[in-house]
C-alpha cells in the first residue's frame, strides 16, 4: 500500500484505550475543550477483561440475550467488546460508574444512552480488529473505519456513492490515488449520515465533499460539504455551518472518519422534545456490531487483491 495521507479537520487523532483501566484523564479534556471525542481501540486489548468480568451479564444489561444468541464465539465477544467499550466511554465522559448506564437503540440500530447519560450522544464502529466510539455533549456525532488497504472498485460503486463532481475528480486521479480517495470518501459519508441517523438508507450519491487546505497552512486537506438537496442540514442550501469532518489514518492500518454536528444551546423556555423510540435489544437475533440500516444496493462491494 502507498502513503496515505490522512484528510486534515478539527481536533486531534482519536484516543487510544487499551482496555477498561483506560487513559481516560484525556477523554474529559478533549469533552471540556470540544464537547467531544473520538475513542479507539481493537477488541483483542479488552478480551480478556471482558472474559474475566464477573459482572458482564449485568453490564451487558438488555445485551446479554443478544450476546448468549450469538452464532459464534468469536462474533459473541467481539459484540460484548463493543458493548463495553461504548459503556466505559460514556460513563468515562460523564463521569458515572460503568453499571448505572442503559445502552438502547434506535430504529436503524444506531446506541443510545437512556436515563442518566441520556445527554450523550453516541456513535459505535468497528472494522477487522479495531473498535472506534464517537461520544459528545454538543450535537450529534458519527463514526466509521476501514482498513487503509481495502480494494474498493471505483466501477462498481461510483454511481452510487458519487455525486457527478466527485465522479468526475475520481476518474481523473491515478488508480491507488482514486482507490484512497474513493475510501475516505465513503467512511466520510457513512459517518455523516449516521451523526443524522439516517445510516445506510440514504443515498451516497445524493450528498458529496469538496476538500479544502488544511488549516494553519498545515498538510492534508479539510472535507467539508459540497453538495446536498435543498433544506438538509448539512448541505449548501440549508444554512447550517456547524458541521465538522475529520479522517485520520489509526494505528497505520485504518481510515477513521468523524462527523459532527455542534447544536447551539436551546433557551432555555423551550420545552424538551420527547424522545425517539427506543429499542432496548432485549429480543432474539444477534444484532450488528454497529449502527447498520440495510438498504437496497447492499453493504459497500470490496475485491479482494
Given at each position: 500500500?502507498?502513503?496515505?495521507?490522512?484528510?486534515?479537520?478539527?481536533?486531534?487523532?482519536?484516543?487510544?484505550?487499551?482496555?477498561?483501566?483506560?487513559?481516560?484523564?484525556?477523554?474529559?479534556?478533549?469533552?471540556?475543550?470540544?464537547?467531544?471525542?473520538?475513542?479507539?481501540?481493537?477488541?483483542?486489548?479488552?478480551?480478556?477483561?471482558?472474559?474475566?468480568?464477573?459482572?458482564?451479564?449485568?453490564?451487558?444489561?438488555?445485551?446479554?440475550?443478544?450476546?448468549?444468541?450469538?452464532?459464534?464465539?468469536?462474533?459473541?465477544?467481539?459484540?460484548?467488546?463493543?458493548?463495553?467499550?461504548?459503556?466505559?466511554?460514556?460513563?468515562?465522559a460523564l463521569n458515572v460508574p460503568v453499571g448505572s448506564l442503559d445502552?438502547?437503540?434506535?430504529?436503524?440500530?444506531?446506541?443510545?444512552?437512556?436515563?442518566?447519560?441520556?445527554?450523550?450522544?453516541?456513535?459505535?464502529?468497528?472494522?477487522?480488529?479495531?473498535?472506534?466510539?464517537?461520544?459528545?455533549?454538543?450535537?450529534?456525532?458519527?463514526?466509521?473505519?476501514?482498513?487503509?488497504?481495502?480494494?474498493?472498485?471505483?466501477?462498481?460503486?461510483?454511481?452510487?456513492?458519487?455525486?457527478?463532481?466527485?465522479?468526475?475528480?475520481?476518474?481523473?486521479?491515478?488508480?491507488?490515488?482514486?482507490?484512497?480517495?474513493?475510501?475516505?470518501?465513503?467512511?466520510?459519508?457513512?459517518?455523516?449520515?449516521?451523526?443524522?441517523?439516517?445510516?445506510?438508507?440514504?443515498?451516497?450519491?445524493?450528498?458529496?465533499?469538496?476538500?479544502?487546505?488544511?488549516?494553519?497552512?498545515?498538510?492534508?486537506?479539510?472535507p467539508v460539504l459540497a453538495d446536498g438537496p435543498a433544506g438538509d442540514?448539512?448541505?449548501?442550501?440549508?444554512?447550517?455551518?456547524?458541521?465538522?469532518?475529520?479522517?485520520?489514518?489509526?494505528?497505520?492500518?485504518?481510515?477513521?472518519?468523524?462527523?459532527?454536528?455542534?447544536?447551539?444551546?436551546?433557551?432555555?423556555?423551550?420545552?424538551?422534545?420527547?424522545?425517539?423510540?427506543?429499542?432496548?435489544?432485549?429480543?432474539?437475533?444477534?444484532?450488528?456490531?454497529?449502527?447498520?440500516?440495510?438498504?437496497?444496493?447492499?453493504?459497500?462491494?470490496?475485491?479482494?487483491?
Open positions: 500500500m502507498s502513503a496515505v495521507t490522512p484528510a486534515g479537520g478539527p481536533g486531534p487523532l482519536p484516543l487510544a484505550v487499551a482496555g477498561p483501566d483506560g487513559p481516560w484523564d484525556e477523554l474529559g479534556d478533549r469533552l471540556d475543550d470540544d464537547g467531544r471525542a473520538v475513542v479507539c481501540t481493537t477488541w483483542g486489548q479488552w478480551l480478556t477483561a471482558a472474559l474475566l468480568d464477573p459482572g458482564l451479564r449485568p453490564l451487558l444489561g438488555h445485551d446479554w440475550p443478544r450476546y448468549r444468541q450469538g452464532p459464534t464465539a468469536v462474533g459473541r465477544m467481539r459484540f460484548a467488546v463493543s458493548r463495553l467499550v461504548v459503556k466505559y466511554t460514556a460513563a468515562s445502552l438502547g437503540y434506535r430504529p436503524g440500530g444506531r446506541p443510545v444512552l437512556r436515563g442518566l447519560g441520556g445527554e450523550l450522544e453516541v456513535s459505535l464502529a468497528h472494522t477487522d480488529e479495531l473498535i472506534v466510539v464517537g461520544v459528545s455533549r454538543t450535537g450529534p456525532i458519527g463514526v466509521d473505519a476501514e482498513p487503509a488497504d481495502r480494494d474498493v472498485s471505483f466501477e462498481l460503486l461510483r454511481e452510487h456513492v458519487c455525486t457527478p463532481a466527485e465522479d468526475a475528480e475520481l476518474a481523473a486521479l491515478p488508480e491507488e490515488e482514486r482507490r484512497i480517495r474513493l475510501l475516505r470518501m465513503w467512511t466520510l459519508k457513512e459517518a455523516y449520515t449516521k451523526a443524522l441517523g439516517h445510516g445506510m438508507r440514504r443515498s451516497f450519491a445524493g450528498f458529496g465533499f469538496r476538500y479544502e487546505p488544511g488549516r494553519g497552512g498545515g498538510a492534508g486537506t479539510r442540514a448539512g448541505g449548501p442550501s440549508g444554512g447550517d455551518g456547524n458541521w465538522s469532518f475529520a479522517t485520520h489514518l489509526v494505528q497505520d492500518r485504518y481510515l477513521v472518519s468523524e462527523a459532527h454536528r455542534r447544536v447551539p444551546a436551546a433557551p432555555a423556555a423551550r420545552a424538551p422534545q420527547a424522545p425517539p423510540p427506543v429499542d432496548t435489544g432485549s429480543g432474539g437475533g444477534a444484532g450488528p456490531l454497529e449502527e447498520r440500516v440495510p438498504e437496497p444496493l447492499g453493504p459497500l462491494r470490496f475485491l479482494d487483491r
